[in-house]
């Protein structure tokens, strides 16, 4: 069993947002913004359909829980994505000053951990693996459908 408003009970919300992306044939990576166990922003990667290589799923979140309170800062918020965050959208968390950032699966070629230096606000805390099978494995099921078309 799952307790509500839990990092678990979040990331699951998060790779619901994933799987609208997925079924859109956008890369399945969603994402949503916590504030006081609410959730204030959501998002899945809109990269296709917008014809925007920066409407990852992090961003469209951050963008819309910031639209929710009126205010750029997000210090109070988590954010949950189900893929660790790029370097763009990393460095958009730090100018957004997110309290923290819980990620799913590990991207090793193009997370913001690859950069082996500090990108993120330096009071962010991170929290990365969880559910790291389930959204990774999002992602591969994904890609392999594409290899096999």
Known sequence: MIEIY???YFMREA?????????EDEIPVGALVVAGNRVIGRGHNLTERLND???H?????????????????LDDCV???????CVMCAGASYWFQIGKIVFGAYD?????STLNRPI????????G?????ECGGLIQDFFRGKRNK
């Open 57 to 73: 799923a992090e961003m469209q979140a951050l963008t819309a829980a910031a639209g929710y309170l009126g205010g750029k800062y």
């Open 6 to 8: 839990s990092d678990e």
């Open 53 to 55: 290589v920066t409407a």
């Open 120 to 127: 993120l606000h330096p009071r962010t805390v991170v929290s």
């Open 15 to 23: 790779l619901k947002e994933a799987e609208k992306a997925y079924a």
């Open 108 to 112: 090793k070629k193009r997370g913001f």
């Open 129 to 133: 693996g969880m559910l790291e099978a």
């Open 79 to 85: 954010l949950y994505v189900t893929l660790e965050p």
